[in-house]
T-cell receptor, first 113, second 116 residues
Framework: KAGVTQTPRYLIKTRGQQVTLSCSPI?????VSWYQQTPGQGLQFLFE???????NKGNFPGRFSGRQFSNSRSEMNVSTLELGDSALYLC????????????FGPGTRLTVL | AQTVTQSQPEMSVQEAETVTLSCTYD???????LFWYKQPPSRQMILVIR??????QNATENRFSVNFQKAAKSFSLKISDSQLGDAAMYFC?????????????FGTGTLLAVQP
């Protein structure tokens, strides 16, 4: 099976712009989670989607949003970018084993100037 | 609130030696899972080992094993016969059981260096 793919891999934006990141989960996986990784805050949970519904959300401002499509692909959007949004954004796809193991994508490195 | 604490920001081990990474956690749930993830310099996070809270037996995956002390809420990772490829950031993570969410709570990570 192909792994989790994320596009784009690198992105440079300026303050005030908006950005959309994409994640394609492993075939057959219906749950997608997003995490933000920064040197200062570490790995923080953004949100989780299951069957096109958001079922959990982290403590992030409303500028961060996401959605999931019927083919389980997910997008996250950040509006009005701030310098502090510079981070590695990781997407994780979850299988249906008893452990519900999460498989991570390579991430999208977002730099806000 | 659920928390995960890794008190060792950096560790170093000689090749072929054994190293133990520490992790403590806090949760009020009785049903939960614990994980160790490895993030090499290439940044792709991969699962190293997992433990279900209700299982008393410590999980083992080849050279990787855990010491799960439920009462003490401790979940350490032991890497035996360390290899150069083990050099990475290691994250301890906690997930609530029951299937209602796949949200992972991560610790701050331990950067492991392997000396040849």
């Amino acid at each position: 099976k192909a792994g989790v793919t994320q596009t784009p891999r690198y992105l440079i934006k300026t303050r005030g712009q908006q950005v959309t990141l994409s994640c394609s989960p492993i075939s057959g996986h219906r749950s997608v989670s997003w995490y933000q990784q920064t040197p200062g805050q570490g790995l923080q949970f953004l949100f989780e989607y299951f069957s096109e519904t958001q079922r959990n959300k982290g403590n992030f401002p409303g500028r961060f949003s996401g959605r999931q499509f019927s083919n389980s692909r997910s997008e996250m959007n950040v509006s009005t970018l701030e310098l502090g949004d510079s981070a590695l954004y990781l997407c994780a796809s979850t299988g249906t084993s008893s452990y519900n193991e999460q498989f991570f994508g390579p991430g999208t490195r977002l730099t806000v100037l | 609130a659920q928390t995960v604490t890794q008190s060792q920001p950096e560790m170093s081990v000689q090749e072929a030696e054994t190293v133990t990474l520490s992790c403590t956690y806090d949760t009020s749930e009785s049903d939960y899972y614990l994980f160790w993830y490895k993030q090499p310099p290439s940044r792709q996070m991969i699962l190293v080992i997992r433990q279900e809270a209700y299982k008393q037996q410590n999980a083992t995956e080849n050279r990787f094993s855990v010491n799960f002390q439920k009462a003490a809420k401790s979940f350490s990772l032991k890497i035996s016969d360390s290899q150069l490829g083990d050099a990475a950031m290691y994250f301890c993570a906690l997930r609530q059981g029951g299937g209602a969410t796949n949200k992972l709570i991560f610790g701050t990570g331990t950067l492991l260096a392997v000396q040849p």
